[in-house]
């Protein structure tokens, strides 16, 4: 079963050949708008089962449709009421039109919507949906023909910016059976209040089987998403029958204000079971109870509380000098200096300025690694100090990059395990709440790492330190088995007989095919960044160390934080109890102030 978050998109910033402007308009205040989507009558495209929807959203951006996310898939249900929806920035320049489309899934594995069965969609401009009330309905249909395929109900509300975390757990006691013999598989939702005067699923719970009193494991929502940071309004519980083919029984409702539950004021909730049409009853009868046993609101913390309370970033880089590049003399070189910048340069000044904005002395250890004629060729100090490899500051570290390539002789092989052992020496200094900070390094290589066992157990080593690496791709290697060892390491790891990570501490990007698209070159730094930003956080989290007291204030926050960019596998995560496993999604935020970030 799913628990179901919303999932924002980052915009690009106003990076450009190596200058970072912190005034960017990516990090400036904006509106949102989260829209909830629910569907009426949609067609049954095969004769023996209902339709298995999910609703794509398609924004038009300079004259081209782009996907910009995906709801979950609800088996067996043709009136889906969408547990993910869609945060998206408010300004109708940004997306002026935009299209909804439902597609029956064909199966639960393919992400290609081309291997699924397309219901109909509606396109919409953003600009009349502001105006129009909410919700907005309209008619889902296939192009170039009128028959009607079914309702969609367009729901939308101004985001309100939340940092406050609510964790739950209840329990089911003496739960009315769906018959006299019947087991019962029960399962509940949580419903927001929307400012229609509706209420909308927000969660969804597994199923507990065979059981009146099922006890549901703990779940956790974000404020904003229970009732947009306004604890004064109704939320709804409604507690169901599970059926396999989506005819899911209704137990009873119960309506309870949120600050009372969050408050630890009501602690028990009376499902009601609603009344039959065509019969009367003076007395709603009681189906059972709903008990809280736990609820506890946690304050979001950001980065950049870290950082106003002093916690110390520090850049590290390692460059790629092996053979692979190609000779600097080459016009075909990675190395290459005959253009004014190389894919080197670029990235550096892509990530370097933003890596280097929070650390006052901006002192960078500067590594390379896979040269022939330098001291130790696995990793060796740049600037030739071995001793004290720093330089001050992404300017000086692009001199020395640049003067080295005169003298430096490309070799190999391509070991990662040193480079990280030596960067991680900066890491290794006691964390403690009085004495805060992380190191990010920054490794640029041209291909696939020749050691990967010893990287992978390198990497688990070190995941205890405050230390997190981004390994950034260049050049038209394929770089798929990085990706995976680097972005999806813990499966790797689970395969192998060495210490398991203790948590994640590397983010990878591929950037040969933006090379000369700037604008792709800025969204891939940013979403490196803002994974990045995550990992630092949860970091002082594990070892529960909170921000100290705010030592500045006019700090601007430069990095896209966001709690969880994963993007969202639609084929794994059915949000009706057909699947009892529990992920959940995190949306990615502003480490300023906390509000959601477009993704």
Partial sequence: MAKVGTVDRPAPNSVYQGSFSKNTSAFQSRRKIEI???????????KFSKSDPLCVLHVKKLGNWTEYGRTESLPNNLN???VESFIIDGCPLMYPRLRFSLYDLANFTSKDLRKHDFIGSVEVDFGTLLTSESPLVRTLRI???ITTRGFINIFFEDVVTSMTNVRVQMRGENLQRPGFLSKCDAFFAVERLLQSGHFHPVYRSEIVTRTQDPKWAPFELYLQKLCNEDVKKEAQISCWHYSSNGAHTLIGRCKFDISEVLGRKVKI???????????????????????VLSCHVDRIFSLLDYIRGGCQIRMA????????NGEPSSSNSLHCMAHE???????????????????QEKRIPSFGFG??????????????????????GVEALINIYSDLLSTIKLGGPTYLAPVIERIADYAKKEVSQESQYYVVALVIMDGVANDIDSTINKLAEISTLPLSIIVAGVGPADFSCMEELLNSRRKLLRTRDTKELQRENTYFIALPKHY???????????????HISRQIVSFFKSRKIDPNPPQTTNIEAVWAESRDTNGISFSSMPSTPRTRKIMSTQNPRCPTCGSLLEK
């Fill in 80 to 82: 889906p009421k969408f």
């Fill in 269 to 291: 909730l009376n499902l009601i079971k609603p009344t039959k049409p065509g019969k009367s009853s003076k007395r709603p009868s009681s189906s059972g109870l709903i008990r």
């Fill in 143 to 145: 192009p170039g023909d």
């Fill in 317 to 324: 880089c390692a460059l790629d000098f092996t053979l692979s």
């Fill in 36 to 46: 909830f989507i629910e569907c009426n009558d949609l067609i049954q495209l095969e």
């Fill in 341 to 359: 910048q190389n894919q080197y340069i670029r990235t550096i000044e892509a990530l370097g300025p933003i890596l280097t904005y929070y650390d």
């Fill in 516 to 530: 000369h698209n700037h604008e792709r070159n800025v969204s891939a730094a940013r979403e490196a960044l803002a």
């Fill in 371 to 392: 040269a022939k004629n330098m001291p130790g060729p696995y990793c060796f100090a740049m600037n030739q100090q071995q001793e004290d490899p720093d330089v001050v």
